[in-house]
């Protein structure tokens, strides 16, 4: 074989295993994505120069009526798959993650997943389940920016200032139920939220008038249980399997009237990384 044919010969090999790849996007369900480093030919300075975040024709975006003011977006292939990785890996090795000690019903304990928080300057502090994250500048992570310009573009007249990221490092890292009701974010706060790495469900449910207004915030499940009605499924509760690049949005008065949670799942071995993107009032 002369050396053309050689090239040629692993040009198409690398051309086939890439578009298999993109094809078969399965093995990311449980988190066993280690063939995402086959096709990671984008580089880092990538993420940042070029303008092709904005997926090529506009993904299915679905609106999710939850009745009395209170709306979600859907929007499933929000970000490129391989672009999603490539995202993924830079925030997964650059965030400077902590898993910092909350309080929650009266006790102190260990934030169950890592976190980190970005915010414009001069806002007023976040501070949930006793703790305040301090804020990094949107200008340490510039894909942040880069991230958050594509949702805007996609969210015509929202506008975001602040960015809690979290890392769920396997099946039993999880948030508990809460509902992001802060008094900064005010009445009827938007939240975009984008998901990269291993899926995982995000699940709604209906608050009901029983439930004291007061409740911490990201607590485990058993107390929030006993203080809620019980609630059948159906109407009131949802639930979504967050994929990898999905981007879900919180409108209206889903924060006032819904609690969410990202339960523990014991076949969710991977690494999951969110994004919610709040506006501090
Ligand atoms: O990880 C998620 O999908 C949700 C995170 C969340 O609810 C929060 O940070 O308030
Ligand atoms: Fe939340």
Same mark, same amino acid.
């Given at each position: 074989?002369?050396?053309?044919?050689?090239?040629?010969?692993?040009?198409?090999?690398?051309?086939?295993?890439?578009?298999?790849?993109?094809?078969?996007?399965?093995?990311?369900?449980?988190?066993?994505?280690?063939?995402?480093?086959?096709?990671?030919?984008?580089?880092?300075?990538?993420?940042?120069?070029?303008?092709?975040?904005?997926?090529?024709?506009?993904?299915?975006?679905?609106?999710i009526?939850l =009745?009395?003011? @209170? !709306?979600?977006?859907?929007?499933?292939?929000?970000? %490129?798959?391989?672009? #999603?990785?490539? +995202?993924?890996?830079?925030?997964?090795?650059?965030?400077?993650?902590?898993?910092?000690?909350?309080?929650?019903?009266?006790?102190?304990?260990?934030?169950?997943?890592?976190?980190?928080?970005?915010?414009?300057?001069?806002?007023?502090?976040?501070?949930?389940?006793?703790?305040?994250?301090?804020?990094?500048?949107?200008?340490?992570?510039?894909?942040?920016?880069?991230?958050?310009?594509?949702?805007?573009?996609?969210?015509?007249?929202?506008?975001?200032?602040?960015?809690?990221?979290?890392?769920?490092?396997?099946?039993?890292?999880?948030? =508990?139920?809460? @509902? !992001?009701?802060?008094?900064?974010?005010?009445?009827? %706060?938007?939240?975009? #939220?984008?998901? +990269?790495?291993?899926?995982?469900?995000?699940?709604l449910?209906?608050?009901?008038?029983?439930?004291?207004?007061?409740?911490?915030?990201?607590?485990?499940?058993?107390?929030?249980?006993?203080?809620?009605?019980?609630?059948?499924?159906?109407?009131?509760q949802q639930s979504f399997?967050?994929?990898?690049?999905?981007?879900?949005?919180?409108?209206?008065?889903?924060?006032?009237?819904?609690?969410?949670?990202?339960?523990?799942?014991?076949?969710?071995?991977?690494?999951?990384?969110?994004?919610?993107?709040?506006?501090?009032?």
């Open positions: 074989m002369d050396s053309a044919t050689r090239k040629m010969n692993r040009l198409t090999m690398f051309i086939y295993r890439n578009n298999k790849f993109c094809k078969d996007d399965s093995n990311y369900k449980t988190g066993h994505h280690q063939d995402h480093h086959e096709p990671r030919r984008l580089s880092l300075t990538s993420l940042v120069s070029s303008s092709s975040v904005k997926p090529p024709s506009s993904p299915t975006r679905r609106t009526d =009745g009395h003011g @209170s !709306d979600l977006i859907y929007i499933q292939r929000f970000l %490129p798959f391989q672009k #999603s990785w490539t +995202f993924f890996d830079y925030l997964d090795k650059h965030i400077p993650w902590t898993r910092p000690t909350i309080r929650v019903f009266g006790r102190s304990c260990l934030q169950p997943r890592d976190t980190c928080y970005v915010a414009s300057s001069a806002l007023t502090p976040l501070i949930y389940s006793g703790y305040r994250p301090d804020a990094y500048s949107w200008d340490d992570f510039p894909p942040l920016k880069e991230i958050l310009d594509a949702i805007c573009e996609a969210l015509p007249g929202s506008r975001f200032n602040s960015l809690l990221l979290n890392r769920y490092k396997g099946a039993n890292d999880y948030v =508990g139920w809460h @509902s !992001d009701d802060e008094k900064l974010y005010g009445p009827t %706060p938007e939240i975009a #939220s984008l998901s +990269f790495g291993c899926e995982r469900d995000f699940v449910k209906k608050k009901k008038l029983q439930e004291d207004s007061s409740h911490e915030k990201r607590g485990d499940d058993g107390p929030a249980k006993k203080r809620l009605k019980k609630s059948s499924r159906g109407e009131d399997t967050l994929k990898h690049g999905s981007l879900l949005v919180m409108r209206g008065y889903t924060q006032r009237d819904w609690i969410h949670s990202v339960p523990k799942r014991a076949k969710a071995e991977g690494t999951r990384i969110n994004l919610t993107f709040r506006l501090v009032l």
